[in-house]
């Protein structure tokens, strides 16, 4: 089968001359029948449909009107007089509807009757947002936004560095990092070099694979420690620790129904300094443990506003009531840690330190809520 790859039509131009005669335009009487889906060819869809009498086109027969449309978009195509099955684009992990009419040089004809299918995942547009903030003398921190056409189920971000030759640059060093979440948008990139340049590129990753990505150089100027501006920080009790492919790869799975029933966010929760941000963890989740030690995540949210956000930083934390705080380890490398052994039936009082050179700013105190009844933890200790 030879396929016609259609053509766009942003707006219609009809001769407005006044026909006499037999050769007067009229509105096509007929409608195309038997239109029908073949099958997806990369971001298009395959469909054909029948020829129509050209009596019934009553007038200069011009070719077709495709339109496709889905609950928030529409397109319309316009197909020569003599093709009958074409290419066209759908629109993206969802549902979508196509008719298709005849045209001729005044009027469109009656619409053959609408198909519909359900439009696979493709690549997401890369993040229209992409910025940097220095954190001392080794890392930058990275922000991003979700991409405006997520196209699927976004599972993440794929983050490239590479160092830079002059504005050659050096492929062979380029360091790959996945950042999972689709809400997860930021990371911290460290081990870097003072006055060297890099470059760096952030692309949405669903499950029909990586997008267009956005990119950045980078380049660190010495740095003197001094006092860093307050921190903030948000949590996650019941942190999941299970390999992310493979939850990815369920996500994936589902149908586009299905996910929409399905939470895929981590339900974070963030001190009183977050406004409008505040996320209270959801009381739909079944407690399946039987102990209430469970891994908590807290993620260093650097206040980037201000010219020194800090470099590092730990956590201290410690039982509602007791005397003396757990200091955590530093945390070097990334810009989140895992609280071990954390007992999720009690409330926790934390505080986030960022730490440069000898300079230390602590956050806000935040409490934790008990997320599991205390007769239950008194009947396991």
Same mark, same amino acid.
């Given at each position: $089968? ?25 509105? %096509? ?6 239109? &029908? ?10 469909? @054909? ?84 903030? %220095? ?38 060093? =380029? ?12 990371? @911290?990139? =460290?081990?870097? @070099? ?35 501006? $307050? ?10 620790? &299970? ?11 589902? =149908? ?23 996320? &209270?963890?959801?009381? @739909?989740?079944?407690?399946?443990? =039987? ?5 908590? $995540? ?38 989140? $840690? ?44």
């Amino acid at each position: $089968m030879i396929l016609f790859r259609s053509w766009i039509i942003l707006g219609y131009l009809f001769r407005t001359n006044v026909y006499c005669g037999p050769n007067r335009e009229l509105i %096509p009487l007929e409608a195309p029948a038997n239109l &029908t889906f073949i099958d997806f060819d990369d971001r298009d869809v395959l469909i @054909k449909w029948d020829s129509v009498d050209p009596a019934s086109v009553r007038g200069t027969f011009r070719g077709y009107l495709i339109r496709v449309w889905n609950h928030a978009l529409s397109q319309v195509y316009a197909i020569p007089p003599d093709v009958t099955s074409t290419a066209i684009q759908f629109f993206p992990y969802s549902r979508n509807f196509i008719t298709v009419a005849v045209r001729n040089d005044k009027y469109v004809g009656p619409r053959s009757q609408a198909i519909s299918f359900e439009a696979p995942q493709t690549e997401p547009n890369m993040p229209h947002l992409f910025e940097h903030y %220095p954190l001392g003398n080794h890392s930058v921190l990275l922000q991003w936004s979700v991409p405006t056409q997520p196209n699927g189920v976004l599972i993440g971000y794929d983050v490239y560095c590479a160092e830079m030759r002059g504005d050659e640059v050096d492929e062979r060093s =380029t360091i790959r990092y996945f950042v999972t979440g689709s809400e997860n948008l930021q990371a @911290k990139l =460290t081990g870097l @070099k003072a006055e060297t340049k890099y470059y760096v590129q952030v692309a949405g990753v669903n499950c029909a694979g990586e997008g267009d990505r956005k990119a950045i150089e980078v380049e660190l100027e010495p740095h003197e420690p001094y006092p860093p501006s $307050m921190p903030s920080f948000k949590y996650k009790i019941d942190y999941n620790l &299970t390999d992310k492919e493979e939850q990815n790869r369920k996500k994936c799975n589902r =149908t586009r129904l299905q996910n929409s029933f399905q939470d895929w966010e981590d339900s974070w929760v963030l001190g009183n300094g977050e406004k409008g941000k505040i996320v &209270t963890v959801g009381s @739909k989740k079944e407690w399946s443990h =039987t102990s209430c030690l469970v891994n908590t $995540m807290i993620k260093w949210i650097p206040d980037v506003t201000s010219d020194n956000p800090g470099e590092y930083f730990y956590v201290k934390y410690r039982i509602k009531g007791d005397p003396e705080y757990i200091k955590s380890t530093p945390q070097f490398d990334e810009d989140y $840690m895992i609280l071990e052994n954390f007992n999720a039936c009690v409330n926790y009082e934390i505080i986030l330190i960022a730490v440069d050179g000898e300079y230390e700013t602590e956050s806000e105190m935040q409490e934790t809520p008990a997320i599991m009844f205390m007769h239950q933890y008194h009947q396991h200790h």
